[in-house]
């Protein structure tokens, strides 16, 4: 079964880039559908975007300026860069996999905040 | 984007009760693209049914999906402890993935 666990800093300033990596056991990368997802303290769940493992990507229209997503297979990650972030970015960041857009798999999720 | 519409937002009951919850699309979920998904306290989600009527590997045959087109819905036969949290709907069918805002499952 396919693990995943999420990595990067916790603590952000306004107008930083947010980058995490998730890292990918227990299956190829070489198939499947692998996403970002988010959810503010106390609120609900967004989807950021996806990276097929081709390399073609789909991204939510709401943050597609500011958003990518990248693959590395070699070393069985991939990866997500926010760009000047806010407070409003503040929250538990997800990574998943599917074999199609569905997320079957999730990491344990990593917080992070943004503040000055 | 398909908007996600769950009720009811919180649903009080007692262990051993069924409980029913329901999500209702914007418009047509394609293929009935529609999971749903159980989250407890400081946990990811975790996956439960799919394609709106197929249990996940692992998950207990006391969830049930139904529904398609726009109105779908997730029963919980026998409510075990457990089962309290909170349980978002999402489709998978068109871009931007969405989720519901979620129904919370408490202790009556």
């Known amino acids: 079964q396919v693990q995943l666990r999420e990595s990067g800093p916790g603590l952000l300033k306004p107008s930083e880039t947010l980058s995490l990596t998730c890292t990918v056991s227990?299956?190829?990368?070489?198939?499947?559908?692998w996403s970002w997802f988010r959810q503010p303290p106390g609120k609900g769940l967004e989807w950021l975007g996806l990276?097929?493992?081709?390399?073609?990507?789909n991204y939510n229209p709401s943050l597609k300026s500011r958003v990518i997503i990248s693959l590395d297979t070699s070393k069985n990650q991939f990866s997500l860069r926010l760009s000047s972030v806010t407070a409003a970015d503040t929250a538990m960041y997800f990574c998943?996999?599917?074999?199609?857009?569905?997320?079957?798999?999730w990491g344990q999720g990593t917080l992070v905040t943004v503040s000055s | 984007e398909i908007v996600l519409t769950q009720s009811p937002g919180t649903l009080s009951l007692s262990p051993g009760e069924r409980a029913t919850l329901s999500c209702r699309a914007s418009?047509?979920?394609?293929?009935?693209?529609l999971a749903w998904f159980q989250q407890r306290p400081g946990q990811a989600p975790r996956l439960l049914i799919y394609?709106?009527?197929n249990r996940a590997t692992g998950v207990p045959d006391r969830f049930s999906g139904s529904g398609s087109g726009t109105d779908f819905t997730l029963s919980i036969s026998r409510l075990e402890p457990e089962d309290f949290a909170v349980y978002y709907c999402?489709?998978?069918?068109?871009?931007?993935?969405?989720f519901g805002g979620g129904t919370k499952v408490e202790i009556k």
């Open positions: 227990g299956g190829s990368m070489t198939s499947d559908y």
């Open positions: 990276i097929y493992y081709s390399g073609n990507t």
């Open positions: 394609d709106a009527t």
């Open positions: 998943t996999s599917g074999s199609g857009w569905l997320p079957e798999y």
């Open positions: 418009q047509s979920v394609t293929n009935n693209y």
């Open positions: 999402q489709q998978s069918s068109h871009a931007p993935l969405t």
